[in-house]
């Protein structure tokens, strides 16, 4: 099964940007040791107001298992309260090496 890349880009709502920039260090961290999690990081743009998260997953299905636990604890519902608009979200199949050929 190829690994799984997961791209997630938010914008807060302007009163929640500052409290999210705090939370999302944690998330990440949680991510990281949820099993399945290769790797995962963060980024944030003050400028534009934004919030990336990337992740790397074993497989689809550890990715899968992440999202249903966010959204069973309630994270999900707690961040579509606070944010703008509809996250920019992403999931690729990392089935290819670099050099090798399909």
Do not use: T
């Not at 107001?49 to 689809?60: A, G, S, Y």
């Amino acid at each position: 099964m190829p690994q799984e890349l997961a791209i997630l880009i938010i914008r807060p709502l302007d009163e929640y940007f500052e409290e999210l920039v705090d939370e999302f260090p944690s998330m990440v961290e949680e991510a990281k040791q949820f099993p399945g999690c290769i790797d995962a990081f963060l980024a944030i743009s003050h400028k534009r107001k934004e919030i990336l998260v990337q992740h790397r997953w074993k497989n689809r299905d550890a990715q899968n298992e992440y999202l249903a636990w966010r959204g069973e604890r309630g994270d999900l519902m707690r961040l579509s309260e606070r944010i703008k608009e509809e996250p920019f979200f992403r999931s690729y199949s990392l089935d290819i090496s670099p050099g090798q050929k399909r």
